[in-house]
């Protein structure tokens, strides 16, 4: 069954970058009939959704941090990916990679990571 | 783009049914029949419940259903059992957007 795995670091310095990949196992990143997503949940609170991307490269972003997201898409790898610019301490949060259906449901979570910005 | 509007808590004993609400605008719940809801479990990742407002996937108890009335969606659970003790989050499309509420979290009594 398809599964998808966070990876990246679990700190980063604040001013800087925040990179995480989903790799995507038992199935097609290339599949015409879903989209991939990120989203996070900081410590105690709710989710807040980042961003998505089509296997085509067309990305969708939450308006209040597309300044600082990137979001791009490996085809080849199944990997999906994930930039968040200068990073502060209040984008310390669990991040989520998930798969999202074509009418904006997330079906299949990976266990998320958590990434802590701090000097 | 602002969260949905999800109470804080709610409560029920087992057996009993409980409804949380889900209030959008006709930017996003009200305008569109993609609502979703998720069921979180401390620690654990999001679990897809209702998808479409009114649909479930294969293996969830059809103890959940949800609705919609106008920029207002809704979960019920019937039938309450203490392993739905959990967060429940709100989900909804919203133009090339996705937009969440803030989350509600169920005590079974």
């Known amino acids: 069954q398809l599964q998808l795995q966070e990876s990246g670091p679990g700190l980063v310095k604040p001013s800087e970058t925040l990179s995480l990949t989903c790799t995507v196992s038992?199935?097609?990143?290339?599949?015409?009939?879903?989209?991939w997503g990120w989203i996070r949940q900081p410590p105690g609170k709710g989710l807040e959704w980042i961003g998505s991307?089509?296997?085509?490269?067309?990305?969708y972003y939450n308006p209040s941090l597309k300044s600082r997201v990137t979001i791009s898409v490996d085809t080849s790898k199944n990997q999906f990916s994930l930039k968040l610019s200068s990073v502060t301490a209040a984008d310390t949060a669990v991040y989520y990679c998930?798969?999202?259906?074509?009418?904006?449901?997330?079906?299949?979570w990976g266990q998320g990571t958590m990434v802590t910005v701090s000097s | 783009q602002s969260a949905l509007t999800q109470p804080r808590s709610v409560s029920g004993s087992p057996g009993q049914s409980v409804t949380i609400s889900c209030t959008g605008t006709?930017?996003?719940?009200?305008?569109?029949?993609?609502v979703s809801w998720y069921q979180q479990h401390p620690g654990k990742a999001p679990k897809l419940m209702i998808y479409?407002?009114?649909k479930r996937p294969s293996g969830v108890p059809d103890r959940f259903s949800g609705s919609k009335s106008g920029n207002t969606a809704s979960l019920t659970i019937s039938g309450l059992q203490a392993e739905d003790e959990a967060d429940y989050y709100c989900?909804?499309?919203?133009?090339?957007?996705?937009?969440f509420g803030g989350g509600t979290k169920l005590t079974v009594l």
């Open positions: 998930a798969r999202l259906g074509l009418t904006a449901a997330f079906d299949i």
């Open positions: 006709s930017s996003d719940v009200g305008g569109y029949n993609y």
């Open positions: 989900c909804s499309y919203a133009g090339s957007h996705v937009v």
């Open positions: 991307i089509y296997y085509s490269g067309s990305t």
């Open positions: 479409d407002v009114s």
């Open positions: 038992g199935g097609s990143i290339s599949s015409s009939s879903y989209y």
